[in-house]
């Protein structure tokens, strides 16, 4: 069984804005000495583990990111109960603990984004649910069985971080890289104006505003160790390949949604190539060190990916067990292909 699939991916967006920096303006990174479009592998991620295609393939094994717990599934279901508002807000306090230092100000509201299992939630909503039957907090034997270990696909996949419980830490076992624009890339500012229908004067436009776009075609890396992914779904074989299948069509299929509404953003991979093996993974960025030029991105860029990765074959040996890939552009291959040689 090989150890590493690594995925990479040329995707061309049109005028978009898929992910903002604090100024509201798509994010950006200097590389060859040319300015390119990014987007960020947080969010890359959040739009994959959020999709529909998560959520059909997988199911009840995405976990729940929140800050929220103590105030959503503690605090809230007790006082809709009839428990006072004092002893709620204590009780709930303390459960929220488990998973995290709380606020001062907010003691319902930790600190920090926690990440946890549908079972654990499970748990969580159980405990409440004795607690406001028996009028009570929870004991320390009954908060100590919050955290479990857990098979949620998306805590397998991309870690989890608990300061104060390590031992229910998780290794992220997909390493997922800033997508990157294969060429240089100038944003631009669509300055645009709403009228108001009711305004019989027509003395001019009720709103002005301003929102920064570019297109790109992007280089998407994604690493898995495979390994390491199966260790993390407790051994389960069936459910690290059917991941493995979610997390390859995804990758191919969905972008995140920023300004969707305004730009209708929506894009497939014209190109993608998995790797099979067990050598030390590897980036194929170097193929767009220097920035694409011409009157072909797309083509220009899977011409540019490929010659490196044949290159770095004759330098080091090959570089992968195994190769597959899609073209669109040439009418080659397919995403079923891809994914059922990515799950093998």
């Known amino acids: 069984m090989n150890r590493f699939i690594q995925l990479h991916t040329l995707i061309s967006y049109p005028p978009a804005n898929l992910n903002r920096d604090d100024q509201g303006r798509p994010k950006t990174a200097k590389m060859g000495g040319v300015e390119r479009l990014r987007v960020s592998s947080q969010s890359l991620k959040r739009a994959w583990r959020t999709s529909d295609v998560f959520n059909e393939q997988l199911a009840e094994k995405i976990g729940v990111r929140t800050k929220l717990l103590g105030q959503e599934h503690v605090y809230k279901p007790m006082i809709a109960a009839g428990i006072s508002e004092k002893n709620a807000s204590d009780w709930a306090s303390k459960i ?16 920090q984004l926690v990440h ?75 300055y645009f104006t709403a009228v108001d229908d009711l305004n019989q004067d027509d ?104 010659q490196v990765r044949d290159n770095m074959d004759k330098v080091y040996g090959p570089c992968a067990a195994e190769r597959s890939e899609f073209n669109v552009i040439a009418g080659t291959g397919s995403l079923q292909e891809l994914v059922r040689f990515s799950v093998e």
């Open 96 to 111: 929220a603990a488990v998973y995290g230092a709380v606020k001062k100000d907010k003691p319902l509201e930790i600190e």
């Open 116 to 190: 946890i299992s549908q079972t654990e939630l499970l748990q969580l909503n159980q405990l409440v649910a004795v607690l406001i039957a028996e009028k009570r907090a929870a004991t320390e034997e009954e908060l100590a069985t919050l955290l479990q270990a857990q098979q949620a696909v998306d805590i397998a996949m991309f870690g989890r971080m608990l300061a104060g419980k390590t031992q229910y830490n998780g290794e992220a076992a997909v390493q997922v890289a800033h997508a990157l624009g294969v060429h240089a890339s100038v944003i631009e500012d669509d």
């Open 203 to 306: 003395s001019g436009a009720a709103h002005i505003g301003e929102l920064g776009f570019a297109s790109a075609v992007f280089y998407q890396y994604i690493c898995i160790d495979r390994e390491l992914l199966k260790r993390n779904l407790a051994g389960n074989e069936a459910l690290t390949q059917q991941s493995i299948k979610a997390l390859i069509e995804a990758a191919l299929t969905v972008g995140p949604s920023g300004k969707q509404n305004s730009f209708a953003s929506r894009a497939y991979a014209h190109y993608a190539l998995v790797e099979k093996g067990d050598r030390q993974p590897r980036s194929l960025s170097l193929a767009f060190l220097n920035a694409v030029n011409g009157d072909s991105y797309a083509t220009d860029a899977t011409q540019a990916l490929v």
